[in-house]
């Protein structure tokens, strides 16, 4: 199955950052991919999912990224941030131009388990 990349089905996410859905349906439970962009100067809120773990995969920018209670780190293209499930997490995009990454959850992303501030 082929599913195909529409760069007009971005949206606003209450979170703070526009939302590509590239993959998350019932075909597929198992895994869901998301392009997330978030603007210069902007931040994410506080927000953790249940049940799920989230990873993200950053494609362009650079910013600041928070998971747990750790201290923020720096991330740039290319990294990879692991957020495991019911754990807070929030990102700042720090640098010039729009910070892009992948959202890869696993189970698939649902809304129900999605949940603003800390847990």
């Excluded at 950052?17 to 392009?35: G, L, P």
């Excluded at 991330?75 to 640098?95: E, F, L, M, Y």
Aim: charged letters at 25%.
């Amino acid at each position: 199955m082929l599913k195909k990349y529409d760069p007009s089905a971005e949206y606003f996410f209450e979170e703070g950052c526009h939302i590509i859905e590239t993959s998350n349906s019932t075909d597929d439970e198992d895994v869901s991919i998301a392009q997330a962009r978030v603007e210069k100067g902007r931040q994410t809120t506080w927000h953790y999912l249940a049940d799920t773990t989230e990873r993200y995969v950053i494609l362009q920018g650079c910013g600041l990224v928070e998971v747990g209670m750790e201290e923020a780190c720096a991330v740039t293209t290319g990294d990879v941030v692991i957020i495991p499930p019911n754990t807070r997490q929030r990102i700042q995009n720090s640098g010039e131009n729009d910070l892009v990454f992948l959202a890869i959850c696993s189970p698939r992303f649902q809304r129900k388990n999605y949940h603003e501030g800390p847990i």
